[in-house]
């Protein structure tokens, strides 16, 4: 178990008393493929936020290999703990393909590049000079650039066509599996949820788990 | 990668944000080297005139501590009595409407002490001295003064005027300009029995340089010793010399500068030389008011003078050009306020530009302080090379700035003078001198005072931007995208 979630509450600040997310706890471990699946509003990017460290519980804990993040700081847990793929892929815009890569930490990007498929003549291009689908596979290859053992993904396929969905699935798939991290994707997409190991759902601020999606 | 490698890339591959921010300091930059080169310039500019009007003192005697001295002497003698006593001489005259006293000076009780003035030109930062006879009459031995034929001379005394000077090129009638050598040369201190006479004195009498003209007592034209002055130079005048009183003995063509002992030999004193005018020439203009408070410190009866500084002319303009160093220091402090502000609108447009970029990072789990570490070091690359674009263009900014300032105080000046006129007494006569340039130096002073006062107003700005973000955590920046 990689990442533990403990009675976790949650509520905007400016909601007072309304709660997104009730009393959740759950497991992730390594080399396995989660995704978090629920109605718009349901609460999911902000669990996913939580995993990340981007934002604090209002109760409970969020522990990694058994320590709670926050005691070495949130910061700290983004850097070296997780790894994130957005669904506007989330580039620096005045970068090459590489240099983004060489953003996520120390391993060597053309290795990663070559891994997510990116040819070699556009490593050195500026990064919005890629298609929507190439961006996002840099942006994995980003992701995989650090130690981190969890990679979180928030739609990674929302703004790209079915193809090219389908072969960021199995990217993330192969990560989980062959690379050995605990993957946990937020989707809307049916057809992305049902491959994963585990679905999560939420559902009214509460969380269940299933190993199949049923209508 | 590094904040430094980040912040070159962003400054090269981003460039109409880096343009932007590269004439915003490139323009406050030459404003305050401007601004600052200004307030040089107006210093410079009064040392300037310090020197074109004599930068001196002159020593003259008080004639209220004269007329005192001579009341004391008078109050002494017994009632009735005559004589000289103390140089001051007391005669009666009998008339036919009874008996009157006429009293008098010599020379010894009203002259300049040498070795008090001699005291003073020890002071350091003195450079030379003179001291001037007073306005000697004598008779013309050997040749013709000028006169005007349609005025009745029974009542002149006939005489010619002498100027004794020890250095006549510190003469004040040659310090300010008026009178200059057509032929020959000016005495000097190691003359002795020698004159300058004037091109109408010259032309009348057929003299030139080389001759002799032969003066005595006008008091015994017939027996008194005739002394001899060989002419070693002719003056010329712009104006005539104002005379000391009327009748053309003291008219400004029959005045002859002579070496300083001459004029009392030949007007056969016998109470020594009448010093009139001493004049202290300053080495060191920059030094002025420090000098002259080392000569008000000198042990001298000074009670028996009066210490002129350079007659009010001085005053005046130095107060135009006070008034232009407030001015340039007002302009700088104008700009420093504008351009705080205008940073700050920069580096907010930036910020807010750049969310995205931030969040990004944050995300990655790079620390807020090295994010604005990195804005500012973008700043400090773009603001560096602005600066040096400034330093090279600086000099003709500051001369055209400097000159609009100094041409906007001496209008200022002139108007006000206009409104004055006649409202106001005024010691002195009013400058003739006029300003017609100013010289501004941008030296590495002031461009290491210009680099750190930009640097200041970057990282004040880039602060004072910075908190707009500070406060909020990643996953708000992710929404605001959103």
């Known amino acids: 178990m990689v990442l533990e979630v403990k009675n ?100 060597k990007p053309q290795d990663l590049l070559e891994k997510v498929n990116i040819t070699r003549e556009d490593w050195k291009r500026n990064v919005l000079q890629l298609s929507g689908g190439q961006q996002q596979r840099v942006a994995i290859a980003r992701a995989l650039a650090s130690n981190a053992k969890v990679l979180l993904a928030d739609e990674p396929t929302g703004n790209l066509d079915e193809t090219t969905a389908g072969e960021i699935i199995e990217l993330l798939k192969r990560t989980a599996h062959e690379l050995g991290k605990c993957v946990i994707v937020v989707t809307h997409s049916k057809y992305l949820a049902a491959q994963a190991d585990e679905i999560i759902m939420i559902k009214d601020g509460c969380i269940g788990s299933f190993t199949e999606l049923s209508d | 990668m590094n904040s430094f490698q980040m912040a070159w890339r962003s400054v090269i591959r981003k460039p109409i944000k880096s343009i932007l921010l590269f004439f915003v300091v490139l323009i406050i930059s030459m404003f305050f080297l401007s601004g600052m080169a200004s307030r040089n310039a107006s210093i410079a500019t009064q040392d300037k005139t310090k020197q074109a009007v004599g930068a001196g003192f002159l020593m003259e005697v008080n004639e209220e501590n004269k007329r005192d001295r001579a009341d004391e002497i008078l109050a002494k003698k017994t009632e009735g009595e005559e004589g000289n006593f103390d140089g001051v001489t007391v005669k009666k005259i009998e008339t036919e409407y009874g008996t009157s006293w006429s009293v008098s000076y010599d020379n010894s ?135 000391i009183m009327s009748g053309d003995t003291w008219r400004s063509e029959n005045i002859i500068f002579t070496d300083l002992g001459f004029p009392e030999k030949a007007e056969g004193s016998t109470s020594g030389a009448l010093y009139e005018k001493a004049y202290f020439k300053v080495a060191d203009v920059n030094q002025y008011d420090e000098i002259k408070k080392e000569i008000q410190e000198v042990d001298i009866g000074w009670e028996r003078y009066d210490l002129i500084d350079n007659n009010g002319n001085i005053d005046k303009m130095s107060k135009n050009f006070n008034d232009l160093e407030s001015v340039s220091q007002i302009l700088v402090v104008v700009v420093a306020g504008a351009s705080l502000i205008i940073l700050f609108l920069v580096f907010v447009f930036w910020m807010k530009e750049r969310v995205q970029e931030i969040g990004i990072l944050l995300a990655l789990g790079t620390p807020k302080i090295k994010i604005f570490g990195q804005i500012l070091l973008e700043a400090f690359m773009i603001a560096t090379a602005a600066i040096f674009l400034s330093f090279t263009a600086a000099p003709a900014a500051s001369q055209i700035t400097a000159s609009y300032l100094v041409q906007q105080q001496v209008r200022q000046a002139d108007e006000q003078s206009v409104i004055e006129d006649g409202k106001v007494a005024k010691s002195a006569e009013d400058s003739e001198e006029t300003v017609t340039g100013v010289s501004v130096a941008v030296t590495p002073e002031l461009m290491l005072y210009d680099w750190f006062g930009v640097a200041l107003l970057v990282v004040i700005s880039v602060g004072a931007a910075g908190t707009l973000i500070a406060h909020k955590n990643p996953k708000d920046i992710f929404s605001e995208i959103s």
């Not at chain 1, 939580?50 to 993040?69: S, T």
């Not at chain 1, 847990?77 to 997780?82: L, M, P, Q, S, W």
Request: hydrophobic share 40%.
């Open chain 1, 8 to 107: 976790v509450n949650y509520a905007y600040k400016s909601q007072k008393g309304k709660e997104i997310l009730k009393n959740i706890s759950m497991q992730f471990e390594e080399k396995k493929f989660y995704t978090i699946v629920g109605a718009s509003g349901a609460g999911k990017t902000t669990f996913l936020s939580l995993l990340a460290g981007l934002d604090m519980p209002v109760r409970g804990k969020i522990l990694y290999d058994g320590e709670d993040i926050q005691e070495k700081g949130l910061n700290y847990h983004r850097k070296h703990h997780v790894s994130l793929v957005f669904q506007n892929y989330n580039l620096i815009d005045y970068l090459t393909t590489e240099e983004n890569v060489r953003l996520g930490g120390t391993k």
């Open chain 2, 109 to 243: 009780f009203q002259t300049l002490l040498i070795s008090e003035m001699e005291k003073i030109a020890a002071v350091s930062g003195i450079s030379e001295y003179n001291l001037t006879t007073a306005v000697t009459a004598v008779n013309p031995v050997d040749f013709s003064r000028i006169e005007d034929d349609d005025v009745d001379q029974s009542s002149d005394l006939l005489c010619v005027s002498l100027i004794g000077n020890k250095d006549m090129a510190l003469d004040a009638n040659v310090l300010s300009g008026n009178v200059s050598i057509k032929y020959g040369r000016m005495i000097t201190e190691e003359d002795a029995n020698v004159c300058v006479i004037s091109e109408e004195l010259a032309e009348k009498n057929n003299l030139s340089v080389g001759n002799s003209i032969q003066f005595n007592d006008r008091h015994d034209v017939e027996n008194a010793a005739v002394f001899a002055a060989e002419i070693v130079g002719i003056y010329k005048v712009q104006q005539k010399m104002t005379p």
